[in-house]
Each structure stands twice: as structure tokens, then as C-alpha cells.
DNA sequence: AATTAATTACGAAAAACTTCGTAGCACAAA
DNA sequence: TTTGTGCTACGAAGTTTTTCGTAATTAATT
């Protein structure tokens, strides 16, 4: 089956966005786009995804000399993986507190909240 | 202003679990609790109990031998603390994104789909 | 060709987090 | 009293995560 890729850090989750974002890049611009938000050194970048690339996470293209990195893992699936590990260890397994916090904190659209709804009725149908 | 109390790591958020649960517990009643789950010595247990202390996670009656510890902080409050840098760390900030995700992949009880829609029932007038 | 600039590789230090062993103390049991 | 049990204190080791410095290589520039 799968190799069970492991849970990525919280630098290597940083570095996952920009990559989810951008599509596959450099080391150097994902270092650029790190920058923008904290002081963060090249070489910390770059081996930070070289052992992403060890652990399964990234995968890398050497045809030329600069290595194009992207993503090994998918973005869903990831934060589905963090979001049970997340529930279960912030909420005790509670997801419906978690969402009610979440809705209840979080300033709304009415087109996010339409497609709350929608996605609420089509769940009790399926249950039906 | 409050001091700033800083997020507790994975260990220390499962003796919070504890405290929140059971109330004001001994270091031998959490270790109880936490190598039900998991093997877990005592001392270890104890470190983290009064390096949380230090942190000002918990407080603690040292009035007889055997100390009494409790959080120091809600746990309202640190779910929510915890649920914004997650959402931020892992779905960049979008919170709906989150809960479309949640709600999705759990099977929601219908009492608990209808608690949801009251809740957005009343953002929606809130915002009229 | 020589110099400069940018890149990768990688060991190792630093920092953060977790676990453990031992000492010392208090109280209960023998 | 002596022994045993259970607790706290705490340094230190172990582990994981993050950061950094240096060397080597390649490519571009002069």
C-alpha cells in the first residue's frame, strides 16, 4: 500500500503552502516567499527541504543544476491528516465543538455561510 | 495585561486534557490517566507538571505533601488559541475552507447538523 | 582565464521537547 | 527503630526540530 509519509513539522508545513500555492519552485524562490513573513537563512531552507525530500514529502527535478522541488503529498489530504490529529488532540475527538468554535469566532461571509448550509442539507439527505 | 502564556507542546496539551476533565489532580491521578493511553513513567509525568508550572500553565497547592495541580488556563480559551494558528498554519487562514472539511468527513448526528444551522441562523440575522 | 556570484551538500551546533535516574524526604508498616 | 513505600526535586541524557557555517561545484561576468 501507501508509504506512510509522516506528519510534516511546522517549518516543513510552511514550506509545503508555498509549494501548494506556487506550484513546484526553487529553493530559492520558496526562500523568498518564507522571507517575506520571518527571517529565515538560505541554507536553513534548503535543508530543511532536503530532508523533506528524504522523508517522501517533496520530490525534486536535477536535471539542471537548480532543483525544482514540488509537492509529494497533496494539499486535502494533508490537512485532513492534521485537521483528525488536530480534533482528537485540542478537542478530544469533539469535531462538532471545533466547528461550532470556529463558526462562532470567525467573521462570516453570507455566501461562506450559504455553502455551510448547502453542504449541511446535503448531508441529511444522504442520511435519509 | 495578561501575561502571556505560551501554547503548551503535544505533552503538555494531554495533561491539560486531563485537568479539564477531571478537575484539580495529582501527578500519580494524571499518570494514571495518561498510561492508559500510552506507556508513560512517572517522573516524566512530574517534569512536565513543574515545567508547566514554571510556564504558568498550572497552579498548585502544596498545603500537604501530595501536591494538587489544576490549569491555570480555560479551556475555551486555549482550544481557541490553538484552532487560530492552526487554521492558519494549515489551511492559510481560511477557517471556512476548515470547516467544510470537518463537517464533510465526520458523521454529524442530525441534532448536532441542526445545532450547526441555529448557530448560522443566528450569525446571519446578526449580520442583517 | 580569472573572478565573482549562486547553488548544492552536509556536518554540526543550537534550540526545543521529552524521558529518565537518582537523591532526599516524609510517613506508614513491620 | 528499622524498613519499605510513595512522593518531590532536579540534573542530565535522549530525541526531534531548526539553524547555521563551510566547502565544493557550476555558471555567469569581466
Known amino acids: 500500500m501507501n508509504e ?8 516543513e508545513l510552511e514550506i509545503l503552502q508555498v509549494l501548494w500555492q506556487h506550484g513546484p519552485s526553487t529553493v ?3 526562500n523568498d516567499k518564507l522571507s517575506e513573513q520571518r527571517e529565515v537563512g538560505y541554507t536553513t531552507t534548503l535543508k530543511l527541504m532536503q ?3 528524504e522523508k517522501g514529502i517533496l520530490v525534486r527535478n536535477t536535471d539542471s543544476k537548480i ?24 478537542f478530544r475527538g469533539a469535531a462538532m465543538k471545533m466547528v461550532m468554535q470556529a463558526l462562532g469566532n470567525h467573521k462570516t461571509s453570507p455566501a461562506e ?9 446535503k448531508i441529511e439527505k444522504e442520511q435519509k
Open 4 to 11: 506512510q509519509i509522516p506528519k510534516p513539522t511546522e517549518a
Open 28 to 30: 530559492r524562490f520558496i
Open 51 to 53: 530532508i523533506m525530500l
Open 67 to 90: 532543483h525544482v522541488y514540488r509537492a509529494a503529498v497533496g494539499e486535502s489530504d494533508t490537512q485532513q491528516q492534521l485537521l483528525d490529529k488536530f480534533v482528537e488532540a485540542t
Open 113 to 121: 455561510l450559504d455553502e455551510i448550509k448547502a453542504l449541511i442539507d
